[in-house]
Structures are given as C-alpha cells and as structure tokens.
C-alpha cells in the first residue's frame, strides 16, 4: 500500500474511534478576575478553594495538579479533548481549583502511531490520564498500567484497554462483554422498522478497530432479531466510486445498514444511493457521526435517506432547553473554549472531567492516586451533573441501561420518536452479552502488579 493510502487508512479508523467534532478557536486563558462558584448541574462544590499543601504524589504540588490529556489531535485535527480541557480546567481554576491547587494539562498528541512515547512521557510526568482517548490506545496500556497511572477516558478503542485495570469510564462507551447498542438495535428491528428485520447491511472499514466492532454489531443484530443479508468491506482510506457498493445494497434489498469507518465516506454513499432512488428504511453511521461535518458530507442526502444514532444515554448537545447541566456546558464552552463545536466526545470528556475533580476534591489536602482512583469508583450513580443517565462506576462490568436516539435533518439534529420512559432517554433496556471472543483487557497482574502497589 502506497503511502498516502497508508495515512488516509490511519485516519479513517481514527476518525471512527474519535468521537469527532469541529474544529473552532483554540480557546482562552481564563481571566484572573472571572470567579465560578464550582458547581455544575446538580453537583455541589466540584471545585474550591483552600489552603493545600505539599507533595504528596508524581504531579501534584502545593500549587498545581499536572494531568495528562491524550488525543490523536496532530494527526485527525479533531480538538474535541483539547477543547474539553481547556473549557474545564479554566472553569474549575476560576472557582479556586481543587482546594486551591490548579489544574494544569498536557496535551500527549499520539499523532496516532506514538502511543507508546506519549505514555512513556506520561508515565514520568502526569498524576493521572483524565478526558481523552486515541484510536490506537491498546498500544500504552502496559506501560500505563506499569507506571500505575489512573485514567479516566472519554474514549476507549482497543480490546487491551476496555476495562482495563486503573481505569474509570464515566461514560465512553467500555463495554467489553455487553452489547452497548443493544436497546437501540432492538427499538429499529422490533418497533421502529419492523420490515428492516429481514434485510439488515453493514459495510465495515477495513481496519484491526473496525472490523472488531463490526463482528460484535453482526451478533447483536442476529440477538436483536435481525439477519444480515449483506455484509462487505471497503478499504479504510475510501473508494473513488461507491456505484458498486451501493448496486449491491439495491440489489440485495437491504432497508437497514450499519456503516463503520470515516462518516465522510458514508455521505459519498449516500449520494450515490439518494441518485438511485434507492431509500433505506434506517442507516446507522454510528454515534461518531453526531456532528455537523456529518451533516454537510451528507448534505445532498440527509433529507432523503434515515440517519438515525444512538447517543448511549448522553443528553443531546442541542437539548439546552431540556437540562440545565447541558446550559451550562454551552456556556462553560463559550466562555473559556469559545469556537469549539460540542458533539459526543465533548460530553464524555467534560463528564471524565468532572469525576476526575469531584474525586480529587474529596482527597483533601493528601491527594494521592489511590485516593482519587478509589474516590471515583465508589461512585455508584454518577450522571455527570445532569450530562447522561446514571451509572454505577463501583461495577465496572455493569450493563447499559438506557438509549436515546437522535436523526439527522437538513436543519441538524433533533430527537427521534424512541418512546423515551424517563425524560430524554429510553430505560427499558434487556442487556446482551456477547457469545463472541473479541479479546481481553489487559490487568495489572499482565504486568506484575496489583492493586496493593498502588499509592
């Protein structure tokens, strides 16, 4: 493979993995004289004031918390966990920070392939990994674990680091051996799209992080009722001409399809069906695709074909008249990150973000990394302040409970009718754990440890 191809390869599968956003302004310094009271959504005092002092672990002083933020920035140009830090620490800093120690951040840019350096920089560096993610991570996650540094991911990718020891999810989506999907693949072929049961698509990147989640959505599929009547892949770097692929999806009858890979390929698709008159009853692009990008990729499209997400129980970033938390998120975002467009993986970093400080907050003046780890994992119904549905972070194994779903229009995104039971979101969930081997996470004991070394 030549390498040009090599590289647009690489950044279809970040892209996919990456929760992805607009880019805006870099942000702001915040303003000395800017004052926050530390509460956010129906969290109380998640950063303050005080009088801390000493050294008490790597990265924390009297003054400062240095935290590590890891993004595939340099390489897909998506800042969603730049902006995210940026918004957040400033916001917590002008409130007083944790008991008066700031937060600083570094931003560990993998460029994709530099995992490991990043980690490795990480490791000598950083108190704790906090909002951020990369599409390669199962690369770092040894070195993380033998450094014993705790992270809180906005994403998760690989098998190696989902539910990986050290690690706290407040809301990507790390389920390794339940179906996080399962409640919305149900809602299409059960309720929504009965007739799409019996002919269900899915074209697949071809790449190592694609091609695992497509095997693990064939098998909910199948649970949920559905048979998959057709199933392909595309190379991960995009086609010149999707004619034949979208001849396929005609001729095989499909109404449901599932797409994997750079959203901005699947809007080529679509405008290659949309010209064949050919509509499906649903498409899913998949939840990275819940931003405007998408949108305008699509834009000849999207007000013919069905494109339909799920956004796993995170409030809508256009629902600010519905949830004061989301309100205040516009405005945390505005004020210190202003340009910065908000989509999925904003949400699931500041969330990260605001767990990390109310855990850290909570040590006191001897914060320690065994502290703010154990802190965070006694949380047993954490909903980011009022950002998505509870979850119980004591059991990192527990099964998704609810969905939400969210269709793509000419005019944005707006709320589907999904039949929601508990405000915005659907709770009726039956979990589904896969039969399948997909891999497994990497533990402390892979590397010698356990948890008696952590301090």
């Given at each position: 493979?030549?390498?040009?191809?090599?590289?647009?390869?690489?950044?279809?599968?970040?892209?996919?993995?990456?929760?992805?956003?607009?880019?805006?302004?870099?942000?702001?310094?915040?303003?000395?004289?800017?004052?926050?009271?530390?509460?956010?959504?129906?969290?109380s005092?998640?950063c303050?004031?005080?009088?801390?002092?000493?050294?008490?672990?790597?990265?924390?002083?009297?003054?400062?918390?240095?935290?590590?933020?890891?993004?595939d920035?340099?390489?897909t140009?998506?800042?969603?966990?730049?902006?995210?830090?940026?918004?957040?620490?400033?916001?917590?800093?002008?409130?007083?920070?944790?008991?008066?120690?700031?937060?600083?951040?570094?931003?560990?840019?993998?460029?994709?392939?530099?995992?490991?350096?990043?980690?490795?920089?990480?490791?000598?560096?950083?108190?704790?990994?906090?909002?951020?993610?990369?599409?390669?991570?199962?690369?770092?996650?040894?070195?993380?674990?033998?450094?014993?540094?705790?992270?809180?991911?906005?994403?998760?990718?690989?098998?190696?680091?989902?539910?990986?020891?050290?690690?706290?999810?407040?809301?990507?989506?790390?389920?390794?051996?339940?179906?996080?999907?399962?409640?919305?693949?149900?809602?299409?072929?059960?309720?929504a799209?009965?007739?799409?049961?019996?002919?269900?698509?899915?074209?697949?990147?071809?790449?190592?992080?694609?091609?695992?989640?497509?095997?693990?959505?064939?098998?909910?599929?199948?649970?949920?009722?559905?048979?998959?009547?057709?199933?392909?892949?595309?190379?991960?770097?995009?086609?010149?001409?999707?004619?034949?692929?979208?001849?396929?999806?005609k001729?095989?009858?499909?109404?449901?399809l599932?797409?994997?890979?750079?959203?901005?390929?699947?809007?080529?698709?679509?405008?290659?069906?949309?010209?064949?008159?050919?509509?499906?009853?649903?498409?899913?692009?998949?939840?990275?695709?819940?931003?405007?990008?998408?949108?305008?990729?699509?834009?000849?499209?999207?007000?013919?074909?069905?494109?339909?997400?799920?956004?796993?129980?995170?409030?809508?970033?256009?629902?600010?008249?519905?949830?004061p938390?989301?309100?205040?998120m516009?405005?945390?975002?505005?004020?210190?990150?202003?340009?910065a467009?908000?989509?999925?993986?904003?949400?699931?970093?500041?969330?990260?973000?605001?767990?990390?400080?109310?855990?850290?907050?909570?040590?006191?003046?001897?914060?320690?990394?065994?502290?703010?780890?154990e802190?965070?994992?006694?949380?047993?119904?954490?909903?980011?302040g009022?950002?998505?549905?509870?979850?119980?972070?004591?059991?990192?194994?527990?099964?998704?409970?609810?969905?939400?779903?969210?269709?793509?229009?000419?005019?944005?995104?707006?709320?589907?009718?999904?039949?929601?039971?508990?405000?915005?979101?659907?709770?009726?969930?039956?979990?589904?754990?896969?039969?399948?081997d997909?891999?497994?996470?990497?533990?402390?004991?892979?590397?010698?440890?356990?948890?008696?070394?952590?301090?």
């Amino acid at each position: 493979m030549k390498p040009r191809r090599i590289a647009a390869a690489l950044l279809a599968m970040a892209l996919l993995t990456a929760g992805c956003s607009g880019r805006g302004d870099a942000g702001r310094e915040a303003n000395p004289n800017d004052v926050e009271t530390g509460d956010f959504g129906d969290l109380s005092s998640v950063c303050h004031d005080g009088a801390a002092t000493g050294a008490p672990a790597q990265g924390v002083t009297a003054e400062e918390i240095k935290v590590g933020v890891f993004s595939d920035v340099g390489f897909t140009k998506q800042p969603e966990f730049v902006d995210a830090a940026k918004a957040f620490t400033s916001w917590c800093n002008a409130a007083g920070g944790i008991n008066g120690r700031k937060l600083v951040f570094e931003v560990r840019d993998t460029k994709l392939m530099e995992v490991r350096q990043r980690m490795l920089d990480s490791c000598r560096e950083d108190f704790a990994l906090v909002g951020g993610g990369a599409a390669l991570d199962g690369l770092g996650v040894k070195d993380r674990l033998s450094c014993l540094l705790p992270e809180f991911p906005a994403q998760v990718s690989q098998s190696q680091n989902l539910q990986s020891d050290l690690q706290i999810s407040a809301l990507a989506s790390t389920y390794a051996h339940d179906e996080p999907y399962f409640g919305f693949r149900s809602w299409l072929l059960n309720e929504a799209y009965p007739g799409s049961a019996g002919a269900v698509g899915i074209i697949n990147g071809d790449s190592p992080v694609t091609k695992v989640l497509g095997d693990k959505a064939v098998e909910a599929i199948r649970a949920a009722g559905g048979t998959v009547t057709y199933s392909d892949l595309y190379p991960a770097s995009g086609v010149p001409d999707w004619t034949p692929y979208a001849q396929a999806i005609k001729s095989k009858g499909v109404k449901g399809l599932v797409f994997y890979g750079d959203f901005r390929q699947l809007g080529k698709l679509e405008d290659v069906l949309t010209s064949m008159n050919y509509k499906l009853d649903w498409i899913d692009p998949t939840n990275n695709s819940y931003n405007t990008q998408f949108l305008r990729s699509a834009a000849q499209s999207v007000s013919f074909q069905n494109n339909i997400v799920d956004l796993t129980g995170a409030v809508p970033v256009e629902a600010v008249d519905a949830s004061p938390a989301m309100k205040q998120m516009h405005d945390m975002f505005a004020k210190y990150a202003p340009g910065a467009e908000l989509a999925l993986g904003s949400v699931r970093a500041l969330s990260s973000w605001l767990l990390f400080a109310k855990a850290a907050t909570s040590c006191g003046d001897q914060l320690t990394r065994r502290c703010v780890f154990e802190a965070a994992g006694a949380e047993t119904a954490w909903a980011g302040g009022g950002l998505h549905t509870a979850r119980d972070l004591s059991d990192k194994d527990a099964a998704p409970r609810c969905f939400n779903v969210v269709q793509a229009t000419s005019n944005g995104w707006r709320q589907a009718d999904f039949a929601p039971d508990q405000g915005l979101f659907r709770c009726d969930v039956a979990p589904y754990r896969y039969t399948g081997d997909y891999g497994a996470a990497t533990t402390l004991a892979d590397v010698g440890k356990t948890m008696a070394d952590l301090e």
